[in-house]
């Protein structure tokens, strides 16, 4: 029986990951230390016989020493996420994203046991050659705004595993999460989906920052999941760099009208300036779409989920 082992498994992302593998015959265990991971989202896989959760640190090197051992693949997904959480913990994301990746890389070097990096568009930064594409530069603002710390963190994470790929020859593989959304995703760090969907059903005014002309290219959590596996398991994939998510453009008005018309709610919907939000200090993207063009050559990756069908599933979520 295969075994892999998941950073940050109890997360949003990682418990749908590890359901996957499950699925598939492996082993899985789990490290995460419950900062945004919740033991809810593992309730189920827990009565699993092939799963094994550990409560620890992925900073804490001795730790994951002793516990990452005899493994055949690492998926490591454990991140300060979310922009509300990396601007109100700064020190604690660049530490987490930096340190923890130096880890786990260096841990899976010692048996040359194949790692999966999880990174995110926000790479791309301000970026505005759409859609972007996995070699295209990176735009990233002033370190006086706390926003590009995360870009920043994620992008050397993605230099220490192409370093480790081509200088020790870990097979290492990245990918680029694109605004994944699912159930699970509780919102309270900053994801718009489930935030919506949660003022909607409270009747809650819905607070759209800026214009709200602003698109992302929402992707469910299922087609990040399968895309994850596929990457894993094809050789020809490691030393790569993949956006994942899809490439269907949303308008964050869009997205609050559809949530309203969806649950029939008498929610208003809210403009408001991004610096009552999050200071002067703060710059968002206009457009993010990825281009898929590389993933498809390596793997079959056809989103399956739409915008309209997230919705529903994240509404079966909250109303359960
Ligand atoms: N957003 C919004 N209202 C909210 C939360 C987010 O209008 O209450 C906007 C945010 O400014 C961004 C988009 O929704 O343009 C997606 O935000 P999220 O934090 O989900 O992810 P991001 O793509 O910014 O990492």
């Not at 990746?101 to 790692?115: C, F, G, R, S």
């Not at 594409?133 to 990176?138: L, Q, V, Y």
């Not at 370190?143 to 370093?163: G, H, I, M, P, Q």
């Not at 300036?273 to 898929?292: C, T, W």
Request: glycine share 6%; aromatic share 12%.
């Amino acid at each position: 029986m295969k075994k892999v082992i998941i950073t940050g498994g109890a997360g949003f992302i990682g418990s749908h990951l590890s359901e996957k593998y499950i699925k598939n015959g492996w082993k899985v265990t789990v490290i995460d230390n419950l900062s945004t991971g919740r033991k809810e989202n593992i309730k189920e896989l827990e009565k699993n016989k092939n799963f094994y959760f550990i409560y620890g640190d992925i900073t804490d090197f001795d730790f994951l020493k002793q516990n990452i051992k005899d493994f055949d693949l690492i998926i490591h997904l454990a991140a300060a996420v979310g922009v509300k959480y990396i601007i109100e913990n700064p020190i604690k994301s660049i530490i987490t994203n930096v340190k923890g990746t130096e880890n786990i890389l260096e841990i899976a070097n010692i048996d040359k046991t194949p790692v999966f990096i999880a990174s995110t568009s926000e790479v791309y930064g301000k970026n505005t050659n759409i859609p972007l594409k996995e070699d295209d530069d990176r735009v990233v603002g002033s370190t006086n705004v706390s926003r590009w710390n995360y870009a920043c963190s994620k992008a050397l994470d993605e230099f220490l595993s192409l370093a480790y790929f081509r200088e020790k020859k870990l097979p290492v593989v990245i990918g680029r999460f694109f605004n994944t959304c699912g159930p699970r995703q509780i919102g309270e760090y900053g994801m718009v989906v489930p935030k919506f969907i949660k003022q909607a059903m409270l009747g809650l005014p819905i607070t759209i920052y800026g214009d709200g002309k602003q698109s992302r290219c929402f992707t469910h959590v299922e087609d990040v999941v399968n895309a994850v596996y596929a990457l894993c398991e094809k050789k020809e994939c490691y030393g790569n760099v993949f956006n994942i998510g899809s490439d269907i453009q949303v308008t964050i008005t869009e997205l609050a009208t559809k949530i309203v018309t969806k649950l029939k709610s008498d929610s208003l919907i809210e403009y408001i300036p991004y610096n009552k939000v999050y200071g002067s200090n703060f710059e968002d993207m206009l457009v993010r779409q990825p281009l898929l063009d590389k993933i498809r050559k390596y793997i079959e990756f056809n989103p399956e989920f739409n915008i309209d069908y997230i919705i529903k599933d994240v509404i079966k979520f909250f109303e359960s």
